[in-house]
């Protein structure tokens, strides 16, 4: 079988017991090099494509894949017509009006600003996953107001904040209001809390609040207008492509903002975060390379004879060259299954139990997610491999060099 006796000698050689302790050393810890650096690798990755995954997963579960918004402050009053053919555009497969306001609530143990929503409640329901999960409450109630108030659904950290629970009245302050001789009069509004939503990400679990579009107007002492449109499409990654061919059939007049834009430097950060990660932790490989070349340098001093005494029975220059090439690629080999194991695992544990707790009014998130992908192992892996099977070079091709005749020579 064609490199059978390479690899079978590569194999003694790394097995054996041999008088050079120092060498058997150098060995494991180029062993565990690589191990280390696969494994920080994987968990690093795992981290990045948590926090990236979670942040849009919430940041989209509460916000629009894009919105149409008009260019001037009055708003956009004909919404209907422009929602009817905002929803003939391919790849839309839903839209819905909204209203956005910044408000004062009121509770019993403070008051706090923040950014109520007026929805359509059937519309948004196909935009939104945070209105169809509600932590307390239900969203009907938002159709059918109890007592008479108009129902609002609040952040769970807003709720907390100003001492709001379910079912309690809150008071909403607005500052556009009706229109007076002397400016305009702030719009005070009572409205009773039928639900409390948890998004998951804590600036919107800290400020916003949804009610009803008709409440909201009332709030706002406006008639049939909103000042935006929100749309849901089937491919998040052609969300500009989408953007643009909408923009085709709103005209001028209105502009339109992809997920991507508003949370521009937030991903561009994490992209960064990545790239500077793989970089630092690299590191880690090139000094179990180094290490590798180290021990087989080492390794051809130590097999001088045993080279020269192949060489004699008729082993070629590549079987030798193969033999030290196979010995690195199994160091390779050996620490990255082990550096996938234990990274793999960890990261694993590491989510389901949410050992790694942050604080939310810093990190928007209360812990570290860790989301490894198959596509990184893979990738780590080659690389790895790679990196172990550039460091055998040098020595490989350092025994190929070694003559029969001088070793036999003094024996």
Known sequence: MPGYFEIFVARRYLRARRKEVVISVITVISVVGVAAGV????????????????????????????????????????WEDLARRIAQVPHVTAVSPTLYSPVFLSGPIMSQGGIVKGVNISSELRISDTLRHLKQGSVDRL??????????????RLAEDIG??????????????????????????????????ESGFYDIDDRWCFTSLQAAQQALSLQDVVNQIE?????LDQAPQIAAAVQKVIGQDYITTTWMERNRQLLNA???????????????????ALNILITLIMMVMEKYRDIGILSSMGARREQIRNIFMFQGVMIGLVGTVLGLAVGYTLCYFANRYRWIRLDETVYSLSFVPFEPRWLDGL?????????????TIYPARAATKISPAEVLRYE
């Open 379 to 391: 990738w780590v892996s080659a690389a790895a491999i790679l990196v172990s099977f550039l460091a």
């Open 231 to 235: 749309l849901k499409i089937d491919d």
């Open 164 to 197: 709001m629970p379910l079912n309690s009245q809150v008071t909403v302050v607005s500052p556009q209001g009706e229109l007076t001789p002397f400016g305009p009069r702030p719009s005070i509004r009572r409205f009773r809390v039928v639900g409390i939503f």
């Open 270 to 288: 994490l992209k960064m975060e990545r790239a500077v990660t793989v970089v630092t932790i690299g590191l880690i490989e090139l000094v179990a």
């Open 39 to 78: 494994m920080a690798l994987i968990i690093a990755l795992a981290v990045n494509n948590g926090f990236h995954n979670t942040l849009q997963r919430n940041l989209l579960g509460a916000m629009a894949d894009i919105s149409v918004q008009s260019k001037g402050t009055e708003g956009i009053e004909k």
């Open 143 to 156: 159709r059918n107001p109890d007592g008479g108030l108009p129902g609002i659904i609040l952040g769970s």
